[in-house]
């Protein structure tokens, strides 16, 4: 018998759990990444849940909360707040054995790039402030893509399919 | 036909098996954690104070076009001096990435590789094909998801083969 753990953090608390039109919402994304961690310790590709991976993109958006324009030596502008926001949401939503494939970089027009280089695919995701724009590439197939706004429902469906076409 | 003012249509073609070279300007276009590069290296930007020049093309260097390693180093040092050297920040410039004109024409039938006229031979154009007579200016529509692919795409040719550039003051000379 296993147990796990999952901490009651400020962001999932503040940003994720108020998403939740009702608790069998939050129940079945619960169950979802309890389903995800469980199918990958069987695979034994388990990573233990430091918050590592978290932190270092929390890192990286706070940096980048911190750019001006110019950021390239020209006249990129800096990131909007909303655009990292929407970065922030999917760095606490999705599960750390994503996150560790996962960078977040500026474009030059105010928006954000989420990419992830994962072992059998990558993700190229594009948030501007409003909407996410992605495509999911596994074995150089497209097996996902959409515009979408970023909210949890949406993120679930995009780990699932990270899961199930890029790590599993 | 498509055109622009800075192609020089009159010098040879880039050829497929010819070996290219990408500067980033700045240490956000590389993630060593996950060993990726920010797809914003090959896209167009605005340049200019007022932000109302829009790039038509990336240039890209000519590896082959350097006699030797000398060469390679002023063309490298360019990295620090054609952003504005006055307000010269040496957050400003990372290195380069490497690939061959073929692979990147196998990324996206919109890559074009053009000559610029009143150039030095060292560097030519990657354009964007937007129409059968228009080539995109920058900065590229991300929304678009074959945009996105196309960058990525791109990105992924360089991201085995960053090379951080030598520091400024350990260059060999001014260019």
């Known amino acids: 018998m296993r147990t796990y753990t999952f901490t009651l953090d400020e962001r999932l608390v503040n940003q994720i759990i108020p998403q939740f039109k009702s608790a069998e919402a939050m129940e079945k994304w619960l169950q979802r990444e309890l389903e995800l961690i469980i199918a990958h310790h069987a695979n034994g590709t388990m990573q233990v849940d430091t918050g590592f991976e978290r932190q270092r993109l929390n890192s990286r958006i706070d940096e980048l ?3 001006v324009t110019g950021w390239d030596g020209m006249t990129a502008q ?3 707040e909303k655009a990292l926001s929407q970065a922030s949401m999917l760095v606490g939503s999705l599960p750390e054995n ?3 494939y996962c960078a977040i970089f500026p ?3 105010a928006s954000v790039y989420f990419q992830g280089k994962f072992p059998k695919g990558r993700l190229t995701a594009y948030l501007n402030g409003e909407t996410m724009t992605y495509v999911l590439k596994a074995h ?3 097996v996902d893509t959409k515009k979408t706004e970023v909210a949890v429902p949406a993120i679930q469906d995009l780990a699932s399919a990270i899961a199930k076409h890029c790590i599993s | 036909m498509r055109v622009d003012k800075k192609i020089d249509y009159a010098e040879r073609i880039v050829e497929d098996s010819e070996h290219l070279l990408r500067m980033l300007c700045s240490p956000l ?3 060593e954690a996950t060993g990726q590069v920010n797809l914003d290296a090959f896209d167009l930007r605005m340049m200019g104070r007022l932000q109302d020049q829009p790039e038509h093309f990336a240039s890209v260097g000519r590896d082959g076009q350097f006699h030797d390693d000398n060469e390679r180093q002023h063309y490298l040092q360019f990295g620090y001096t054609v ?7 040496p957050n400003h410039y990372y290195g380069y990435g490497t690939f061959k004109a073929g692979d990147a ?3 996206s039938n919109r890559i074009e590789f053009w000559p610029l006229k009143g150039s030095a031979a060292y560097h030519v154009g990657l354009f964007y094909a937007k129409s059968e007579d228009e080539y995109f200016k920058g900065p590229l529509p991300k929304e678009d998801p074959e945009i996105l692919l196309m960058l990525s795409g791109l990105a992924s040719l360089i991201e085995d083969t960053i090379q951080k550039a030598p520091e400024r003051n350990k260059m060999l000379h001014r260019g």
């Open chain 2, 29 to 31: 276009y590389y993630d």
């Open chain 2, 83 to 89: 952003w504005d050297d006055k307000d010269w920040n």
């Open chain 2, 105 to 107: 024409r196998a990324v």
């Open chain 1, 98 to 100: 994503i996150l560790r």
């Open chain 1, 140 to 142: 150089h197939e497209i």
């Open chain 1, 78 to 80: 800096a990131p909007t």
């Open chain 1, 65 to 67: 909360s911190r750019l």
């Open chain 1, 107 to 109: 474009s030059n027009d």
